[in-house]
């Protein structure tokens, strides 16, 4: 697939996810204190921050799979009040069944997953061939790479068609090369729906590969310390001098600054 350029003033300018004051404890751990910002409809923003800053109770919350314990959040203007088709979610540990083939997982994410209407038949054929699977469609969880199996989770995340993909640090257990050629696949599909994407991860140079904006979070508690717009056209490259600034500028807020002189 031809990776198309694009920054995110090609956008729309509404807000799609409203996430306001939210905060969530665990016991006697509070995981996140009056975290605020907001996503625009069609954006790709990436969430990052040290461990235990509370990204992935975040992302949780946003899918609706965790309850805040004060604040809303909003989806179009509607409050999240549990988990809903129009939000997909793609998970670390790719959460294959693993007695499932590559098209009984994919089926798996249509709201009607026991159906085998020509409707919904297409529907896999066409994710299968989206994130690149053809050919492995009868293959098990097991016979296949880490890349291959995340591939299936974000297809699978994708078979209901939600308007938001929501990604928690799906790249971080595959080596250096498949997850180059798995951000360039993820851009691909994110040009060609349209989704509004949520990405969380640990890793500035992932962040600001992929992003239109970073979000910045702070730890104990959890919180938003600032936030960084990408103006990068893409493809993007990461030893030119203005992707090393953006990278520099927020390993800097994070409080781990890096020499920019090569």
């Not at 996430?19 to 990052?48: D, H, M, R």
């Not at 946003?62 to 309850?67: H, K, P, R, V």
């Not at 209901?160 to 640090?169: F, G, M, N, Q, T």
Request: charge should be negative; aromatic fraction near 6%; proline fraction near 5%.
């Amino acid at each position: 697939m031809a990776l198309s350029s694009g920054s995110s003033s090609s956008r729309d300018s509404r807000e799609k996810i409203t996430i306001q004051n939210v905060s969530k404890s665990y016991e006697s751990t509070q995981a996140l204190a009056n975290v605020s910002f907001s996503v625009l409809e069609g954006e790709f923003c990436c969430v990052v921050g040290p461990s235990g800053c509370g990204k992935t109770t975040l992302l949780r919350a946003i899918a609706g799979l965790d309850d805040p314990d004060g604040g809303s959040i909003l989806v179009g203007g509607d409050p999240v009040t549990g988990p809903g088709l129009n939000r997909g979610m793609v998970f670390q540990e790719y959460a294959l069944f693993p007695w499932r083939t590559v098209r009984g997982n994919i089926r798996f994410g249509l709201d009607r997953p026991a159906c085998d209407c020509p409707n919904c038949e297409a529907r896999v054929r066409e994710l299968i061939d989206l994130v690149g699977l053809k050919g492995f469609e009868d293959a098990y969880p097991k016979e296949l790479s880490g890349g291959m199996k995340q591939r299936v989770g974000i297809a699978r995340a994708l078979a209901p068609d939600p308007e938001i993909l929501l990604l928690d640090e799906p790249f971080g257990s595959v080596d250096a090369r498949t997850r180059d050629r798995l951000h360039a696949e993820l851009l691909d599909i994110w040009a060609q729906t349209g989704q509004t994407v949520v990405f969380v991860t640990h890793d500035i140079d992932e962040a600001v590969t992929l992003a239109d904006r970073v979000v910045v979070m702070d730890a104990d508690p959890g919180t938003v310390q600032s936030t960084f717009s990408i103006d990068l056209e893409r493809p993007r490259e990461r030893t030119s001098r203005d992707f090393v600034d953006h990278v520099a500028q927020i390993r800097d807020e994070l409080g781990s600054p890096v020499d920019t002189s090569h």
